[in-house]
Structure formats: C-alpha cells, structure tokens
C-alpha cells in the first residue's frame, strides 16, 4: 500500500497556476496583448494564502477584485494618452484592461478576502477555513486502545 501526503489546495492551485502561466507565456490561447501583464506569485501559508500581483503603472482606482462562486478575478487597465504632435515609435508595455482569474480552494474563506496596493504590487490575501487548518490530534494513552486490538488481530 502506497501512501502519500495531500493537500488538496497546493494541487489544485498548481493545476489552475499551470494553466494560466501556460496562457501567459503564449502556450495556451489568450490575447497576445495581454501576455506578461499581470504576473502572479502565490504562497500558502500557516492561515492564509497570499497572492501578489505585479501592477506597475496601473492607477490603484482602477483595479477592481471581485469574488463569484470561487473565482477570484483582479482586473485593472492602464492607458496612456499622447499629444497631438507626439509619435509613438516603440511600443512593448502592455495597454488596456487586464484580468487574470483564480479559481480558488473549497478550503478558502471566500467571503473574507482582503487586498492592499502598494508600489505597483496588489497583494490579496485570502484566509483558510479553520476545518482546513491543520490540527493536533489527542493521543489517548490507556492500556487495551482499539489500536492495539485491531493490530493483535
């Protein structure tokens, strides 16, 4: 018998972080325009999980997280205007709106999310549901447990 070690939420982030990253880097469908323009780094923690996402250049008003049946969205544009006599010869920063959505764990808390902008990065933290947390399980200490029964045979 082969046992193993799982945490339903780490693979399912890492299959949702895949694909987007697989869409981002032009592996996987998506608008070329938007590729790179939101990149995404996730850490699960003791109590939470942390999502932070680069935004540089973007005006903080325009940002918008939203939560709908488990999917996180964050969405943000950035438009530059130009002068009349101004010729625009190089062009690589992305402009318009940007979305990346997250599908998010059973094992989140939803309806707690909580997100800060700061120098170009919003960070979006989302809590564990307490039955998720890990706990310590009590080790009865008698003489006749039920495991030493079921071990005897």
């Known amino acids: 018998m082969l046992l193993t070690s799982i945490d339903p939420?780490?693979?399912?982030?890492?299959?949702?972080?895949?694909?987007?990253a697989r869409q981002a880097l032009g592996r996987g469908g998506g608008d070329d325009s938007a590729?790179?323009?939101?990149?995404?780094?996730?850490?699960?923690?003791?109590?939470?999980v942390l999502l932070k996402f680069d935004l540089p250049g973007?005006?903080?008003d325009s940002i918008e997280v939203t939560v709908d049946r488990g999917v996180l969205s964050v969405s943000g544009s950035r438009e530059e205007e130009y002068g009349?006599?101004?010729r625009l010869f190089v062009r690589e920063r992305p402009m318009g709106t940007f979305t990346?959505?997250?599908?998010?764990?059973?094992?989140?808390d939803s309806d707690k999310?909580?997100?800060?902008?700061?120098?170009?990065?919003?960070?979006v933290r989302i809590p564990v549901i307490e039955?998720?947390?890990p706990r310590k399980v009590e080790i009865q200490k008698t003489e006749n447990t039920?495991?030493?029964k079921s071990i005897k045979g």
């Open 9 to 20: 939420f780490v693979q399912e982030f890492d299959r949702q972080f895949d694909r987007l």
């Open 35 to 48: 590729r790179g323009a939101m990149a995404l780094d996730g850490v699960r923690r003791k109590d939470d």
């Open 58 to 60: 973007i005006d903080p």
């Open 84 to 86: 009349d006599d101004d």
């Open 100 to 108: 990346r959505r997250v599908y998010l764990s059973e094992h989140l």
């Open 113 to 123: 999310v909580d997100a800060a902008y700061s120098n170009g990065v919003l960070a």
């Open 131 to 133: 039955r998720a947390k």
């Open 146 to 148: 039920f495991a030493q």
